[in-house]
């Protein structure tokens, strides 16, 4: 069993940066693939960034390439999402996922993932 906790939403300004952070419960963290992915109102939640279990391969949204990082810190049981260059369209609550535990690679389907967090809210204004 893991819980999520995501944190560091708010608001920021277009080009502006932001860090998401997303704690994880749990003494086998580095056993999960971590993923990240965000709902905007009225639109369907969809991928931003995977990464594996490893953090071998990470995998991004054609949409954030470039602009988007993740990493994860095992020892911190932490997955980050730093989030640069960000426009408004970026503006979603974002939600941290968790898949396995297992040697699993990233993915980009919600439904691959067995734990989630709460979500934080990012709005990022023009």
């Known amino acids: 069993q893991v819980q999520l906790v995501e944190s560091g939403g708010g608001l920021a300004q277009a080009g502006g940066s932001l860090r998401l952070s997303c704690a994880a419960s749990?003494?086998?963290?580095?056993?999960?693939?971590l993923g990240w992915f965000r709902q905007a109102p009225g639109k369907e939640r969809e991928f931003v960034t995977a990464i594996s279990w490893s953090g071998g391969s990470v995998y991004y949204a054609d949409s954030v390439k470039g602009r988007f990082t993740i990493s994860r810190d095992n020892a911190k049981n932490t997955v980050y999402l730093q989030m640069n260059s960000l426009k408004p369209e970026d503006t979603a609550v974002y939600y941290c996922?968790?898949?396995?535990?297992?040697?699993?690679?990233?993915?980009?389907?919600?439904?691959?993932?067995?734990?989630w967090g709460q979500g934080t809210q990012v709005t990022v204004s023009s």
């Open positions: 996922a968790a898949r396995g535990p297992g040697d699993y690679g990233g993915s980009s389907y919600s439904y691959d993932y067995d734990y």
């Open positions: 749990g003494r086998t963290f580095s056993s999960y693939a």
